[in-house]
């Protein structure tokens, strides 16, 4: 099959999702607890029975391996370079719950030839399609193209904040560039580190206030969790689950509608955002 035929035969397969629903959870800036919201998605869906991997699109090392202390052997990068097969690649945390270290992968994937690139899309659609019910994306922080990319091509993309004025206002900042660049209009946000609902509201009424103001999108606030210092000495420990933190955010996700699948396939905008 030529080159431009096999490509279209994949365009067409790729835009059509087989109930995979993608949830990208991205923040402007890094220390904001992330990672550790990534991770807590995961656990709470995959105690619904519900089959998710968690995605690590972070660049350089696994922030999600590290708090899980489990070291990946393979990761994307591995995938791409042929060093792996797609199904080398998952580390298993409990029974429903898997994660994949992105590695520079994404970085790697714009600079492939067209057949090598569509031929690692199509293992990564056909194994996230048949395997999982939610793939969550930890994104690389800050206005990255990675980010940017991940963020704008997934059924629901959270944005994550806290009360500090700097991570406010990079929270904004990576609103504005994936609204003017992507045309998303929907994102959802949660404010982390509040010492209050009050302050978690007010924080995201800020941010809506600058975000209406300046671009077309709309953020939807669903939810807020506590300030908890022993979190600090969970992730240190190991431990990234922390009951009072996942109720709250299991409060947060009752919000969201997460049945919702977009009106094109998550691959296949994946795809042309590296204009194949």
């Keep these: 099959m030529k080159l431009d035929q096999q490509l279209n035969l994949l365009k067409h397969m790729l835009g059509k999702s087989k109930g995979t629903r993608y949830i990208s959870v991205s923040s402007g800036k890094g220390g904001v607890g992330k990672t550790l919201v990534s991770i807590n998605i995961g656990e ?8 998710v991997l968690i995605f690590d699109g972070d660049l350089g090392l696994s922030n999600v391996h590290l708090m899980y202390g489990i070291a990946p052997t393979k990761d994307l990068s591995d995938l791409i370079k042929g060093f792996a097969t797609i199904e080398e690649l998952p580390v298993k945390v409990n029974e429903h719950l898997y994660f994949i270290s992105g590695g520079s992968g994404f970085q790697e994937l714009a600079d492939l030839p067209k057949e090598r690139l569509t031929t690692i899309v199509q ?3 056909e194994y ?3 395997n999982f019910d939610y793939v969550v994306i930890d994104t690389p922080p800050g206005i ?9 091509c997934a059924d629901i993309p959270i944005i994550l904040t806290t009360p500090e004025p700097t991570a406010l206002m990079d929270a ?37 206030l600058m975000v209406m103001k300046y671009t077309n999108a709309r953020v939807n606030f669903i939810g807020f969790m506590h300030y908890r210092k022993n979190l600090i000495r969970n992730v240190v420990d190991q431990k990234p689950v922390d009951k009072n933190f996942k109720e709250e955010l299991r409060e947060a996700l009752i919000n969201l509608d997460l049945e919702v699948n977009g009106k ?4 296949s905008k994946i795809l042309k955002k590296l204009g194949v």
């Design 44 to 51: 709470i869906l995959s105690e619904r029975g519900k089959r």
């Design 123 to 125: 293992k990564l659609y």
């Design 128 to 130: 996230a399609e048949d």
């Design 144 to 152: 990255h193209r990675t980010t940017v990319m991940l963020t704008s």
């Design 172 to 208: 904004y900042a990576l609103i504005k560039v994936i609204n003017r660049e992507e045309g998303v209009e929907n994102f959802y946000v949660i404010i982390n580190k509040a010492d209050s609902y009050a302050e978690a509201k007010a924080v995201a009424e800020s941010l809506s």
């Design 264 to 267: 094109e396939g998550f691959w």
